[in-house]
């Protein structure tokens, strides 16, 4: 426990800064997937207080995540009763916990970093984009959506309508947000300490309460309304707060469509969790490593207890995590606290948190996916070559124009496509002068490399020396074997001398299968 404290004064701050990005999020996923807002603020809670215990990961934050929107609206759309969908919450946290136990943990390895990369960007860009509307007072969209098409909109149609629609304080909210947030990063904020023991985007707050609030005063048609402020639930009592929570009934069991709905949640929660929790290791200033399985076993008691008490399913949401690394969190008590200062303001003060700005809280986003989505990633990923730009670009564009998972899908398939070409063009090296030719067969060589292998062989002129040199290659396919078969058996008609070089200790060789055959010299 004394651990856990001893990087307080870098995580209380941090804590503050997640719980003001949170709070939005949880109540407009909640929105977007057309449950009850409570249920969001539930979600949130579990996440910080039960995940952040029980996770191996520093500084990643869990909630409720805009990725699952769409597949807890249509299973509530589906199910038809909120709490035959809170059972299959509890049955997915129970399908995540057995993963977490088969070491399942070990799929986000294989993602590639241009990936991982790719997605942080992309996350960066989405933010910037759709919080626009936010920062200036159109707010169509639920806070956290992260969808391309929404509400008849779509990502950059919302951006020009949203034009239309500027509200002049959300606007003055907006504008002196990002100054403060801009500012606070200069040398001579940095350089005050006094100025660093609050987070930025606690000022920004306040601030944007006080406009607002001056606005009001002396320019009340021009104030923010009602849905361009935080709209936590408010209880009257302690019997109305306790409402707020929903059980599920055993009774739907027997329901074939609960079990396909849990099935689908823990799925794509699980991959949303290990890709999360990579890209946030990755942001990690101390390039700690979180422990996949231990995550998964973590995500699926929050995601039961969740269930269990009304919440909507839970992910490590990439949002959250950045907003905690950007604020100068060492480690994951800024999760926890989040969590405890979340149920604290619900159950206290959700009418003052009510009275902040979404604007403020959209330069905050946005000034986060600047962070994210910073022009140095892009330069960095063009100088390592297009192998690893073109997938990082195509994450990127991918996940802008579709969703999350769907992106990240389609960038690893790309990843692979290099891979294969990379390896294909490495796996056979092919030198002549004059009429010697050296064939030298390297690393593994597939079926894939049969053309190219075929194709330069039958260019091999009369009266050749080929010396076909299979010693680097860790493995050869029977394709290959059968190709060089072919040419070592019609060589001696075009008086082409053919000598084949292999590692002894190497017996795994396909090549080596009938070394009588393939080991002779034609003359």
């Not at 009510?354 to 990923?381: D, Q, R």
């Not at 194709?455 to 009369?462: A, D, R, T, W």
Request: aromatic share 10%; charged share 15%.
């Amino acid at each position: 426990m004394k651990k856990l404290f001893q990087n307080a004064a870098a995580d209380v701050p941090a804590s503050v800064v997640v719980l003001l990005v949170a709070v939005p999020l949880c109540l407009g996923i909640a929105l977007g997937s057309n449950a009850p807002l409570f249920s969001g603020i539930i979600a949130g809670i579990v996440g910080g207080i039960v995940i952040g215990f029980l996770s191996g990961s520093s500084l990643s934050v869990s909630g409720p995540a805009a990725g699952l929107t769409v597949i807890v609206a249509a299973a509530i759309g589906k199910l038809q009763v909120f709490e035959a969908f809170l059972l299959a919450v509890v049955i997915a946290g129970c399908f995540q916990l057995l993963l977490g136990f088969l070491k399942a943990g070990v799929i986000g390895d294989y993602v590639p970093n241009s990936v991982i990369k790719g997605m942080l960007a992309a996350i960066g860009i989405i933010l910037i984009l759709k919080q626009f509307p936010h920062l200036v007072g159109y707010d169509k969209d639920f806070v956290g959506d992260e969808s391309f098409s929404q509400n008849g909109e779509n990502t950059f149609s919302g951006i020009f309508n949203a034009i239309n629609y500027i509200t002049p304080a959300a606007m003055v909210i907006g504008v002196v947000s990002i100054a403060i947030l801009i500012s606070w990063e200069r040398k001579f904020f940095k350089s005050k300490k006094i100025f660093q023991l609050i987070p930025a985007p606690l000022i920004v707050v306040l601030s944007a309460v006080l406009i607002n609030e001056y606005f009001i005063q002396f320019h009340p048609t021009n104030a923010l309304q009602v849905k361009q402020l935080v709209q936590l639930p408010v209880a009257t009592d302690v019997q109305s707060f306790f409402s707020f929570f929903t059980f599920p009934k055993l009774q739907y069991l027997k329901n074939p469509d609960v079990w396909i709905s849990a099935l689908t949640l823990a799925i794509v929660a699980s991959l949303e969790t290990l890709l999360s929790i990579e890209a946030v290791d990755k942001l990690d200033p101390y390039k700690r490593v979180t422990p996949p399985n231990r995550e998964l076993k973590a995500q699926g008691i929050g995601n039961i207890i969740s269930g269990l008490i009304g919440g909507l399913p839970l992910t490590s949401v990439i949002v959250r995590s950045s907003a905690n690394v950007n604020s100068g969190a060492k480690s994951k008590l800024s999760a926890i606290l989040h969590g405890i200062l979340m149920l604290l303001c619900v159950m206290f003060i959700p009418g003052l948190l009510n009275k902040i700005p979404l604007a403020a809280l959209a330069a905050v986003l946005i000034y986060t996916g600047y962070k994210l989505a910073k022009i140095t990633l892009f330069k960095e990923f063009y100088s390592k070559g297009w192998d690893q730009f073109i997938p990082f670009c195509v994450t990127i564009v991918a996940i802008l124009m579709t969703d999350l998972l769907i992106g990240i899908l389609i960038g690893i398939g790309v990843g692979l496509f290099f891979m294969v070409r990379s390896n294909f063009r490495s796996s056979v090296f092919v030198v002549h002068d004059d009429n010697n030719y050296l064939f030298r067969l390297r690393k593994d060589v597939s079926f894939l490399n049969k053309p190219i292998i075929k194709y330069k062989l039958e260019s091999v002129p009369e009266n050749s020396y080929v010396i076909i040199d299979a010693t680097r290659a860790d493995f050869i396919d029977q394709d290959i074997v059968d190709t060089v078969n072919e040419f070592t058996n019609h060589a001696q008609l075009k008086n082409i001398k053919v000598e084949i070089k292999r590692s002894p200790n190497k017996v795994r060789h396909g090549l080596f299968n009938e070394p009588e055959q393939l080991l002779k010299t034609i003359i």
